[in-house]
């Protein structure tokens, strides 16, 4: 079975500097999806960014990019510029090709952005 | 934003009675999801629906049925709640299981 693993349950960022979120998976599966959803404290979950795993190259979406690193089975995000609308909850999920692709999740980082 | 409405937003009740959630979807996917959220575990998947009247497990469904009599509605069912059932609930749409899935904003269900 596919798990998901996020090392930091907390982590703080001074506004503008550049903060890196881990995620390690495990899994057998050679094609599948990693995705970074935030949670803000209205408890709304928000894509942030996606990667497919036959893809090397890493996905950027503005100042969020990840480190993709398969055989080592790692999926950080990078958020550059750090914000104070950047603090929530941040969430690790692999995309099992089983069970009608369902989403497995790490347990979360709580990310704090000082001013 | 994904067309996507979870009802009710906020319910408290009591142990023994039966609840049932609605996730309402504009977006015509084929894909349905109930996760629940706990301190500690992030989200998990409670049941899923591949069409309608297709529906299978999760890994917490016990305790949990689900009912699609239309692609638009997933229907969850707590057939006699329990206080370990006090959970957030989350719907989750997706067109194909390559696709991102996207999220209603939540019920926060509380059992007293």
């Known amino acids: 079975a596919q798990t998901v693993t996020q090392s930091q349950p907390e982590m703080s960022v001074q506004e503008a500097e550049t903060v890196t979120l881990s995620c390690t998976y495990d899994?057998?599966?050679?094609?599948?999806?990693l995705f970074w959803y935030k949670q803000p404290p209205s408890r709304q979950m928000i894509l942030v960014i996606r990667?497919?795993?036959?893809?090397?190259q890493n996905a950027t979406e503005n100042r969020f990019s990840v480190n993709f690193q398969k055989a080592a089975k790692s999926f950080s995000l990078k958020i550059s510029d750090s914000q104070l609308g950047d603090a929530a909850m941040y969430f690790c999920?692999?995309?099992?090709?089983?069970?009608?692709?369902?989403?497995?999740f790490g347990q979360g980082t709580e990310l704090s952005v000082k001013p | 934003d994904a067309g996507i409405t979870q009802s009710p937003r906020h319910k408290v009740t009591e142990t023994g009675t039966p609840v049932t959630l609605r996730c309402h979807q504009t977006?015509?996917?084929?894909?349905m999801y109930w996760y629940r959220q706990d301190p500690g575990h992030g989200l998990r998947l409670i049941h899923y629906?591949?069409?309608?009247?297709?529906?299978d497990k999760g890994e917490v469904s016990d305790g949990y049925s689900v009912s699609r009599s239309k692609t638009e509605d997933f229907l969850l069912t707590l057939e006699s709640a329990t206080s370990s059932q006090t959970s957030v609930y989350f719907c989750?749409?997706?067109?194909?299981?390559?696709?991102?899935?996207?999220f209603g904003d939540g019920t926060r269900l509380s059992i007293l």
């Open positions: 629906s591949y069409g309608v009247k297709d529906t």
């Open positions: 977006e015509n996917h084929r894909y």
């Open positions: 990667q497919e795993a036959y893809k090397q």
């Open positions: 899994t057998s599966e050679s094609d599948y999806y």
């Open positions: 999920a692999y995309r099992t090709s089983a069970q009608g692709g369902k989403l497995i």
């Open positions: 989750a749409i997706s067109g194909e299981t390559y696709q991102p899935q996207h």
